[in-house]
T-cell receptor
Framework: DVKVTQSSRYLVKRTGEKVFLECVQDMDHENMFWYRQDPGLGLRLIYFSYDVKMKEKGDIPEGYSVSREKKERFSLILESASTNQTSMYLC???????????FGSGTRLTVV | QKEVEQDPGPLSVPEGAIVSLNCTYSNSAFQYFMWYRQYSRKGPELLMYTYSSGNKEDGRFTAQVDKSSKYISLFIRDSQPSDSATYLCAMSAPAGGTSYGKLTFGQGTILTVHP
C-alpha cells in the first residue's frame, strides 16, 4: 500500500522554538507539497518541490522553510515558531504524469 | 475572488438521501478535476478523478464537470452515515511552466449523514 508518512501526529512546541516536520513517501513521486489547514480557510500551500533540492514558494511561505535532500523526503521547518502557526500540517506527493495527490495523515501542531 | 469557490456548509441529510456537492471556478485553464474526502483528524483521500468535461461514476458516487459553466459537482446516492466527512474539490491546469500540476482546492463542505 502506497504511503505518505508524517513523522508526528501531534506536536506541542513553545514560542520561538525551531520546529521540524518530516514527510516521507514511498511512491517515487517527483512532486511533494506542504499545506496547512485551518477552519474556515481551507488548505493553503506553504511550499512545494518538484525535484530533489528544488523548492518553490506557495501562497503562505512566510515563517517557513523547506528541505528536500532526497527524493522521498520533504521537511518543513518553522524557523521560530509562533502561536499563529498553530495548525494542521499536511504533506502530499504526486507524480509528474498524474495530477492526483496522496496525502499524509497530518501533524497537528500547537504552539504555546 | 477565489479561483475555486465551494460552499462550506455544513450540510446535514438523513440516511438514504441524495447529496449534491458543488464547486465553481474561474480559471479556464483547469483540465483536471478531483474530489477528496477527509474524515475527522485524517488527511484527505482521493475519491474521484475526472479529465475535462463529462460524467464519471463509481458505485454510489458520480462526478460531473461542465467546463462551459465552470462548474463541477459530486453526487452521492443512498448516502450512509459513513459518508460523513469533509469533501474538497480540487483542480489543476496541465503541468507546464510554473504549474507543476499544482492543485487548487475549494474550501471544503462538511457533510453529516444522520441514521
Amino acid at each position: 500500500d502506497v504511503k505518505v508518512t508524517q513523522s508526528s501526529r501531534y506536536l506541542v512546541k513553545r514560542t520561538g522554538e525551531k520546529v521540524f516536520l518530516e514527510c516521507v513517501q514511498d511512491m517515487d513521486h517527483e512532486n511533494m507539497f506542504w499545506y496547512r489547514q485551518d477552519p474556515g480557510l481551507g488548505l493553503r500551500l506553504i511550499y512545494f518541490s518538484y525535484d530533489v533540492k528544488m523548492k518553490e514558494k506557495g501562497d503562505i511561505p512566510e515563517g517557513y522553510s523547506v528541505s528536500r535532500e532526497k527524493k522521498e523526503r520533504f521537511s518543513l521547518i518553522l524557523e521560530s515558531a509562533s502561536t499563529n502557526q498553530t495548525s494542521m500540517y499536511l504533506c502530499a506527493s504526486s507524480s509528474s504524469n498524474n495530477y492526483g495527490y496522496t496525502f499524509g495523515s497530518g501533524t497537528r501542531l500547537t504552539v504555546v | 475572488q477565489k479561483e475555486v469557490e465551494q460552499d462550506p456548509g455544513p450540510l446535514s441529510v438523513p440516511e438514504g438521501a441524495i447529496v449534491s456537492l458543488n464547486c465553481t471556478y474561474s480559471n479556464s485553464a483547469f483540465q483536471y478535476f478531483m474530489w477528496y474526502r477527509q474524515y475527522s483528524r485524517k488527511g484527505p483521500e482521493l475519491l474521484m478523478y475526472t479529465y475535462s468535461s463529462g460524467n464519471k461514476e463509481d458505485g454510489r458516487f458520480t462526478a460531473q464537470v461542465d467546463k462551459s459553466s465552470k462548474y463541477i459537482s459530486l453526487f452521492i446516492r443512498d448516502s450512509q452515515p459513513s459518508d460523513s466527512a469533509t469533501y474538497l474539490c480540487a483542480m489543476s491546469a496541465p503541468a507546464g511552466g510554473t504549474s507543476y500540476g499544482k492543485l487548487t482546492f475549494g474550501q471544503g463542505t462538511i457533510l453529516t449523514v444522520h441514521p
